[in-house]
Structure formats: C-alpha cells, structure tokens
C-alpha cells in the first residue's frame, strides 16, 4: 500500500471514529491540541499524523490502534 493510499484509509477510519462519537474537526482538533486544517489534513488523507499525534487522537476518540487500516506500516 502506497503512503497516499494508507493516508486516505487511515483518514476515513477517523472521520468515521469522528463521527460516531459526535464530535466536529474543530472539536477534535482542541481537544488535541492541533489547528483545525491540519487535523483535516489528516482526515481528507492529505497527512499522516505523527505517533504522538496519531495517539491523542486515538485515546480522545477511543480508537483501538490496532484496528487502524496498516497501521504496522506506519509505527516501522
């Protein structure tokens, strides 16, 4: 799987986090600790978050990283 297309996938996996918990990208995007645009960024697969980042948003939308598409790719 190419970067984009990891970034694309682990982006949809989020927004779909996002939205379950009923939360907006500016929601997220304080709660972290991260401008808005990046978080979209991240979320449109323009961006790959950073382990740290990554994280915050894992633990704030209760995602369990190994079930994040390819995720094994991105911590190597």
Do not use: F, N, W
């Amino acid at each position: 799987m190419s970067q984009r297309e990891r970034a694309v996938a682990l982006g949809v996996a989020i927004r779909a986090a996002r939205e379950s918990a009923g939360l907006t990208q500016e929601d997220v995007a304080s709660r972290i600790d991260l401008h808005p645009m990046t978080y979209g960024g991240i979320e449109r697969g323009r961006l790959l978050p950073s382990v740290s980042t990554l994280t915050r948003i894992c633990v704030l939308l209760k995602i369990d990283p190994d079930q994040l598409p390819d995720l094994q790719d991105v911590r190597d």
